[in-house]
């Protein structure tokens, strides 16, 4: 069964940064792509974004680009998301998944979530 875990969040100030990690495991992942999404109270999950399994490509949120930036590690199981200039819009909590491709990654349907962890950016 595939695990997701999540780590990285906290509370910080508007303009502030903070680094997410996520690491699947439970199944091998080789050629499928990671991404983030995340979900903002009283609101549905949206995506964040994705890169491939080569970490040679990304898709991000028009919301995000310019600020976050989404890479892998060397195992390729673990997702990283580096986000700057924070807003208070960003405040949800964030997860991540793997999909076999980065294209449909936005729209994919997912069986399993990790518990997420909580970003809280304050004005």
């Known amino acids: 069964q595939v695990q997701l875990v999540e780590s990285g969040g906290g509370l910080v100030q508007a303009g502030g940064s903070l680094r997410l990690s996520c690491a699947a495991s439970?199944?091998?992942?080789?050629?499928?792509?990671m991404g983030w999404f995340r979900q903002a109270p009283g609101k549905e999950r949206e995506f964040v974004a994705a890169i491939s399994w080569t970490g040679g490509s990304t898709y991000y949120a028009d919301s995000v680009k310019g600020r976050f930036t989404i890479s892998r590690s060397v195992a390729k199981n673990t997702v990283h998301l580096q986000m700057n200039s924070l807003k208070p819009e960003d405040t949800a909590v964030y997860y991540c998944n793997v999909e076999r491709s980065l294209a449909t990654m936005p729209t994919a349907r997912f069986d399993y979530w990790g518990q997420g962890t909580q970003v809280t950016v304050s004005s």
């Open positions: 439970g199944r091998t992942f080789t050629n499928y792509a």
